[in-house]
């Protein structure tokens, strides 16, 4: 039998979003870190981040007006020491990725300031409709500057090395070969669940891996039923790049309004601030006018924006309407609800630590309880900064030690008969704005079945090893639906 390769480090971080990514140059110079993840910077959601980072740095704000916002938005059950450590950390990691090379947009008077939803006012530090990639860019050029940090592209982690209560590192495969990386502490900043479903704005790859290897190793979970859509995913059956392009909610905070097919303006009457009412309420209102009225999509109007201003305002989005034929200075922009961001994921306290001792989750794939049960917009990308180096700290102070675990290295997976893409399939189907119970019930026994009796096993393959981490949190994710479901009728 071939001798698997095994390699140490001190620390092992898996994604290459801004989480990942922030939280190794937040490590210093002196430990051995390595990064890895299934694709380059590109396929990340932080990289697709249009609107910006939600942070109280301008004059009229203040720090307990971001955390006003972000607990109604996140209908008062967030963690308020989480939202208070979110909001009142903004201003020092901004400074410190501004320290990295990073500039916001602004002019002789300050900042150019966004505005989103359910925000009382502008606070969203943006660069044009890109920030996410001009931010992750340049923070990657800093990385790439480091000597201790490594980085492999092309790696899929498929599972943690545990023993004793302790992650010491984790499994991979690359190139198709069986990869052993030890290290003291493993990072997993692998993004949320939002290809789960058919209609995501979410990157290719993006379907919880991290939080279903975190399952199988028995690391606690929160918040797995909390899923946000965003009211505004580009209508399309033509998929763009695997997903639906987003018309970022900044449009509607510089005058879009939505309409339906006989331009009746959608959000009169169901919220004081209309379009920018948080994103549960409008994507709800979207879908109800859709099932009413047998529509398609819904219309997003920005035809009483300039065009310059809309070119120069929102470059990316203008440029992929106008290659899907839409000028949206002239002509209304079809849209519909798409699965977006995950409350849910590894509990972790608020220094990274989740229930397993090394083993830590930053950004989507992790629950602080900063959220609630409905993320504030642009309040992600400041949660992988300011939670990210938390984790970076606890890890400094941890020993940090690579304990030598005797561990088995898996020989075998389990294969079903399953099609990923009529999962994804159901999922929109069931599991979207609208839960529909009966399906979700069955839907649960199914996948019970199926990884109680799988159709066999065989060694180690991508396709069979990401059809099993998708059965196990579909699966986690549909029994705490159902359970949730049974609470709330008590
Ligand atoms: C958007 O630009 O609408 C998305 C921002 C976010 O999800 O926070």
């Known amino acids: 039998m071939m001798a698997v390769v095994r390699e140490t480090f001190d620390v092992i971080i898996v994604g290459a979003g801004l989480a990942g990514l922030y939280t190794a140059l937040q490590l210093g110079s002196d430990l051995k870190i390595l990064i890895l993840s299934e694709g380059d910077i590109t396929g990340t959601n932080s990289y697709l981040a249009q609107g910006g980072i939600a942070t109280a740095i301008g004059e009229a704000d203040d720090s307990e007006k971001h955390f006003a916002d972000t607990m109604a938005c996140g209908h008062f059950v967030n963690d308020p020491e989480a939202v208070r450590v979110l909001v009142d950390e903004a201003v020092e990691n901004i400074r410190t990725i501004e320290g990295f090379g990073v500039r916001f947009d602004a002019d002789e008077r300050g900042y150019k300031l966004g505005l989103e ?152 009457g169901v919220h004081p601030m209309k379009e920018l009412a948080p994103r549960d309420v409008v994507s709800k209102t979207i879908h109800e006018v859709l099932a009413n009225q047998s529509l398609p999509y819904v219309y997003l109007d920005a035809t009483h924006l300039d065009e310059s201003f809309f070119r120069e305002r929102f470059p990316t989005i203008y440029e992929c309407c106008m290659n899907y034929g839409i000028n949206p200075a002239h002509t209304m922009i079809p849209v519909v609800p798409c699965m977006h961001y995950y409350m849910g994921g590894l509990k972790t306290d608020l220094d990274g630590n989740t229930s397993l001792r090394g083993l830590y989750a930053v950004g989507e794939c992790s629950h602080t309880g900063v959220h609630g049960k409905n993320r504030l917009a642009s309040n992600s990308l400041l949660e992988t900064l300011v939670f990210g180096r938390r984790a970076a700290r606890a890890i400094l102070r941890s020993s940090g030690k690579t304990e030598d675990l005797r561990w088995i290295h898996l020989r075998e997976v389990p294969y079903f008969n399953m099609s990923f893409g009529s ?31 799988p159709m066999g096993y065989r060694l180690p393959n991508w396709e069979d090893l990401r059809l099993f981490h998708v059965s196990v949190l579909v699966h986690e994710m549909l029994k705490k639906t159902i359970e949730e479901r049974d609470e709330n009728e008590v």
């Open 117 to 268: 939803g359910a925000h009382a006012m502008a606070r969203i530090l943006r660069m044009g409709d890109h920030t996410g990639k001009t931010v992750l860019s340049t923070i990657y050029e800093r990385i790439m500057e480091k000597d201790n940090i490594t980085h492999y592209d092309g790696a899929y982690v498929y599972r943690l090395i545990t023993a004793g209560g302790f992650c010491g590192g984790v499994e991979a495969l690359i190139e198709g070969t069986q990869r052993v990386f030890m290290a003291g502490s493993v990072v997993l900043a692998t993004g949320g669940v939002g290809q789960l479903f058919s209609n995501t704005t979410n990157a290719i790859g993006i379907e919880g891996t991290g939080i279903a290897m975190g399952i199988e190793a028995g690391v606690k979970t929160a918040g797995l039923t909390d899923l946000q859509f965003h009211p505004t995913g580009l209508y399309g059956n033509d998929h763009y790049e695997g997903r639906h392009f987003l018309i970022s909610e900044a449009v509607r905070g510089e005058g879009a309004i939505l309409r339906d097919e006989k331009l009746n303006r959608i959000m009169d």
């Open 423 to 453: 999962l994804q399939n159901w999922m929109t189907r069931n599991m979207g704005v609208v839960k529909h119970y009966d399906e979700i019930s069955d839907m649960r026994k199914k996948l019970e079945m199926a990884l109680w009796e």
